[in-house]
């Protein structure tokens, strides 16, 4: 190979990283990325398994090819189970931390919940663990649940929508569901008719588990709209939903105590997030 | 160089390019990234020049040198004046189509506003026209604003703070303000204590600017918390805020008139934005 054409090489596939992890998730024809970096088709197909395989090795995330018509190439941020732990471990000495307990015993964890490091890689486990689901949607209730939603919708090339308090005139016809909250009380969900189409299979992403009023008012949601909850994932449970029906469900962190006068967190991995580990899939 | 030293090179870059861009406003010192890839400090600050020049070319970023004792190298989410004006353009596009209007005259916008998508693209953008101001915080009210906010701050490498409508009982001592919106209401605004360090240099960002209220709440909360707003960023404005202080201010859109009868959208580049796209500045 002449110099140039190295260099040309190391240039092309520099782009193509770039590009490729730029948007998880989306589909890029050989045909696009062979006329965005005016190499042959067969280069740039050579160029994308190479990248596949150093972001495989080095547990980046990895190219998928779909085949058919409609195929080509996507960047998935794939998390292998590995990283899945480390990170659940780095969560819990994070929010372990006593400068974190809240009089009353709570556990300040709202910084945790907007940051975009952590959300990031959080979104990319989600997805990770959620995509074999095949959703097309992601779905939230406001407020501090939208960080986490927005990062999986993103690691999964998908569209958010979100559940509001009360339906807003700006937003044309919406539906709106009752809910008992696991303090008593009668709160409403509303989400615009436009936000979820028919037919959507839609991932329930949420920062606290609480024993699920939360969840089961997204898939009355869901269902009065003719779409489906396929899966839930949470950063924190306290309690795991009780589900009649068959329903998805992960959580990473178990929120046991919070213990004012002793100064102790009892934070430990969630019983979803520890079976998650233990199967052995092909993805890890 | 011997077939298999240029192989290793690919690889290396590949993985370089990847660690960089997932992580913009990450420093990395090259002795880090020299222990990480197994190469020499010099290859791999060479291997950050060609990935900053290939990036820059195409307009897909920028690797930016820190120098000094706890210097190293950082990638930027750089977006180009020209691409700007594109992503302005095309969301003109997208939110002018007639099927967005709401009885009432109002536009249906939530979509765009919760896309992980559009999101992530402006947000870049206020990335790069508010680095120069270097904030060390991104500060937004909630709902709407969360996922632009979230956005902007990850393409910094910043953390976020969300005010509230009410305190919680969980995020322990707060700050609340009130202020009197456009329809004339009083809203209250709150936020954690430890939300905000003091003496924080804060960025505003926002989905919607209608008179400023909202902005002129962040900024008490700000102040009341011993930091400083030292810009503000929106989507889309219906009015410009009128500041007694100097506050750098940049809106993407100007929503003009919304009209029922004619199925008329009256969406425009906002004047701030105009005036940016002018500014003759080195990183365009």
Redesign the interface.
Known sequence: ?AREA?YA???R???L???L??APGRLYSLAELAEETGAARSTVSEDVA??DE??RE?G??AVETVTGAAGGVRWLDTVSRERARELTQALIVELSDPGRL???G???M??VI????W??RIGALFATRFLPLGPDMVLTM??KG??LA??T??AMG?????A?RESR????PSMSVNVVTSSGRIGAMSL?R??IPTGSRVLIVDDFMKGGSTLRGLEDLCRELGARAVGCAALCETLAPQQQRPLDYLALLRLEAVDDASRIVGLSPAESFIRYLEEARSDA
Do not use: H, Q
């Not at 998908?158 to 979100?162: C, M, R, T």
């Not at 005139?169 to 044309?172: I, P, R, S």
């Open positions: 190979m190295r090489r190391v240039r596939i520099v782009g990283t770039r590009r992890t730029a190479l990248i150093v972001l080095a980046l995330g809240i009089p009353g709570f556990l300040y709202t910084d907007f940051s975009p490091f959300a990031e406001e407020t939208i960080p927005l990062a919708a993103r998908l569209p958010l929508a979100v509001r005139v700006t937003e044309g615009p436009r936000a």
